[in-house]
């Protein structure tokens, strides 16, 4: 499973960006989807996740009511609408696809990677 990350770039605080993943696996619709970030000298955190079915999602607490993951199984692509943006959400971003089909929170639960996308929030 390939997985392709866009979308990120620069943006004022409150302000919003959506990020996308597109997955080359032609069973996409089985995998559970995260999204991870990265910011330097530290590990990389838990944002938000989506089960197989997008029935369960799961979400950090400080992305909570700002952040929403969602699954488009027809189009093979995992979105993450970002709203009221905030300097501390300053980070590369990484989609995982985890083939158990969970909305998985552990970064050892997911099996494929994308290769990250910058999304810097100026205060």
């Known amino acids: 499973v390939q997985l392709q990350a866009s979308g990120g770039g620069l943006v004022q605080a409150g302000g919003s960006l959506r990020l996308s993943c597109a997955a080359s696996?032609?069973?996409?619709?089985?995998?559970?989807m995260g999204w991870f970030r990265q910011t330097p000298g530290k590990e990389r955190e838990f944002v938000a996740a989506?089960?197989?079915?997008?029935?369960?999602?799961e979400y950090t607490d400080s992305v909570k009511g700002r952040f929403t993951i969602s699954k488009d199984n027809a189009k093979n692509t995992v979105y993450l609408q970002m709203n009221n943006l905030k300097a501390e959400d300053t980070a590369v971003y990484y989609c995982a696809a985890d083939q158990w089909g969970i909305a998985a929170r552990r970064i050892n639960d997911y099996e494929y990677w994308g290769q990250g996308t910058l999304v810097t929030v100026s205060s």
């Open positions: 989506i089960s197989w079915s997008s029935g369960a999602l």
């Open positions: 696996a032609r069973t996409f619709s089985s995998y559970g």
